[in-house]
């Protein structure tokens, strides 16, 4: 977006979302978006560090499931 702030999000593939998030709010962090479940597809929740740089916790949910 023109004028608007210039980020790029990487998502990290982790076996526990929620614990991870938890981790990051221990070390300083804030949670940015709180874990969720899309049911069959992905859990997944974001965290900025100390320093305002927002990284994504995800894990595959869609195990044994074929997509279209």
């Known amino acids: 977006m023109p004028g608007g702030p ?3 999000t990487f ?6 979302p929620k614990a991870y998030l ?3 709010v221990k070390l300083g962090g804030k949670v ?4 969720m479940t899309i049911p069959g597809m992905v859990t ?14 995800a894990k595959d949910e869609s195990a044994g499931q074929r997509h279209a």
Request: net charge negative; no cysteine; hydrophobic share 45%.
């Open 6 to 8: 210039q980020m790029v």
């Open 11 to 16: 998502y990290v593939d982790v076996d526990n």
């Open 22 to 24: 938890d981790k990051a």
């Open 32 to 35: 940015i978006m709180p874990s």
């Open 44 to 57: 997944l929740g974001m965290f900025a560090d100390p320093d305002g740089n927002v990284v994504g916790v």
